[in-house]
T-cell receptor
Framework: DTEVTQTPKHLVMGMTNKKSLKCEQH?????MYWYKQKAKKPPELMFV???????INESVPSRFSPECPNSSLLNLHLHALQPEDSALYLC??????????????FGPGTRLTVL | AQKITQTQPGMFVQEKEAVTLDCTYD???????LFWYKQPSSGEMIFLIY??????QNATEGRYSLNFQKARKSANLVISASQLGDSAMYFC?????????????FGKGTKLSVKP
C-alpha cells in the first residue's frame, strides 16, 4: 500500500482562524514532509520530519506549526494566515530522509483558501 | 543555475502515440536519484519512475521509461501509447546524496495534453 492520506481535501479559513491539516501514512516510512505548491509552480519544501523529529524547517513563518505525534501522523497547525498563504499543501513520506534513492510518496493535498 | 531544467512548458500528443518529456540536470554529486512525478488537475503528485545515478540500465515501469544519459546529464521520460488520462503536469526531480536532507529539487514542469 503506497498511500498517503490527507484531510481535509479543501479548507477555507479566515485570517483569524486556527485550523489543522492532517496527514497519515502506513508504509512504515520514517520521514515525512510538508510542501506548499502555488498554481503552475513546483512544490516548495516547508518541513521535514525524520524519526519523528523536526530535521528541516525551510525558514517557514511561525504561523505554520508542524507536529509529528507518531511515526504515521503529521499535522500542520495554521494560525493567523495571510491570503498569500492560499495554496495546495502536500504531505509526503519516504523510507528515510537522507538517502537520494528513496522515492517520496505524496498525498492528494489540501487546497487551502485564506480569506 | 537551475539544477533541474524542463524546457517544454507544454506538449501535445495524439492518443496512442509515444511522447518524450525532456529533463536535464546539473550536479557534481556522484550519488543522486532522479524521479518523475505526474500531477493531474486534482492535485495529487503521483510517483511514476526512479533512476539512480549508479544504475546501469534505464528504468521502466509499465508504459513509462526513463532515458538516462549520464554523460549528457539528461533523464527524459518516455510515455508509450499515450492515453487521455495521461493529460497532466509532469515534474522531473532530483535528490543529491550530499544535498540538504529531504531536499527534492523539482523542475518547473511540463504540461502534457493528449488529444483524442
Amino acid at each position: 500500500d503506497t498511500e498517503v492520506t490527507q484531510t481535509p481535501k479543501h479548507l477555507v479559513m479566515g485570517m483569524t482562524n486556527k485550523k489543522s491539516l492532517k496527514c497519515e501514512q502506513h508504509m512504515g516510512h520514517r520521514a515525512m514532509y510538508w510542501y506548499k505548491q502555488k498554481a503552475k509552480k513546483p512544490p516548495e519544501l516547508m518541513f521535514v520530519y525524520s524519526y519523528e523529529k523536526l530535521s528541516i524547517n525551510e525558514s517557514v513563518p511561525s504561523r505554520f506549526s508542524p507536529e509529528c505525534p507518531n511515526s504515521s501522523l503529521l499535522n500542520l497547525h495554521l494560525h493567523a494566515l495571510q491570503p498569500e498563504d492560499s495554496a495546495l499543501y502536500l504531505c509526503a513520506s519516504s523510507q528515510h530522509s537522507g538517502s537520494p534513492y528513496n522515492e517520496q510518496f505524496f498525498g492528494p493535498g489540501t487546497r487551502l483558501t485564506v480569506l | 543555475a537551475q539544477k533541474i531544467t524542463q524546457t517544454q512548458p507544454g506538449m501535445f500528443v495524439q492518443e496512442k502515440e509515444a511522447v518524450t518529456l525532456d529533463c536535464t540536470y546539473d550536479t557534481s554529486d556522484p550519488s543522486y536519484g532522479l524521479f518523475w512525478y505526474k500531477q493531474p488537475s486534482s492535485g495529487e503528485m503521483i510517483f511514476l519512475i526512479y533512476q539512480g545515478s549508479y544504475d546501469q540500465q534505464n528504468a521502466t515501469e509499465g508504459r513509462y521509461s526513463l532515458n538516462f544519459q549520464k554523460a549528457r546529464k539528461s533523464a527524459n521520460l518516455v510515455i508509450s501509447a499515450s492515453q487521455l488520462g495521461d493529460s497532466a503536469m509532469y515534474f522531473c526531480a532530483m535528490r543529491e546524496a550530499g544535498g540538504s536532507q529531504g531536499n527534492l529539487i523539482f523542475g518547473k514542469g511540463t504540461k502534457l495534453s493528449v488529444k483524442p
